[in-house]
């Protein structure tokens, strides 16, 4: 069952930049970076209230950076949680909704995900995640 939105995510082309300008805009501390470098990524979530805004850079030339480099910064996808991913996975192929990720991965933060396809939300794809 879906427990609500869980964060917004975007992806850039400069991360330190874009956490600059946000922290100055909204007058929000900077949040700590996340790297994963098996995926040549950088992450950050920035909080804001029950939502968190999830900023992503690529650091090679992987989906994040393909992303950027067609569109520029930009909205990459919305994430909701789920306290049962693998049932949820299963309801959205009934449903027919193409998936990215048939089982849940590990992602950058630790928690179950899985993804579909960008045209489960007319172009934006869907992020299941655990709490």
Known sequence: MIKGIGHIGFAVKDLDEVLQAI????????????????WNMR???VQIGEIGIEI????????????????????????????????????????GVEMMDEKPRVGIRGKKIAFTKAS???????????P
């Open 43 to 45: 992450a950050a979530v």
């Open 120 to 130: 489960a939300l007319g172009g934006v794809p869907l992020e299941l995640s655990e």
């Open 56 to 95: 992503l850079e690529d650091c090679g030339q992987g989906m994040i950076g393909q992303f950027v480099k067609a569109r520029g910064n930009g909205l990459h996808h919305i994430c909701v949680l789920t306290d049962k991913i693998e049932e949820e996975i299963e309801t959205l192929k009934a449903r």
């Open 23 to 38: 922290s100055k805009t909204l007058n929000l501390p900077v949040p700590p970076i996340l790297e994963k470098k098996e």
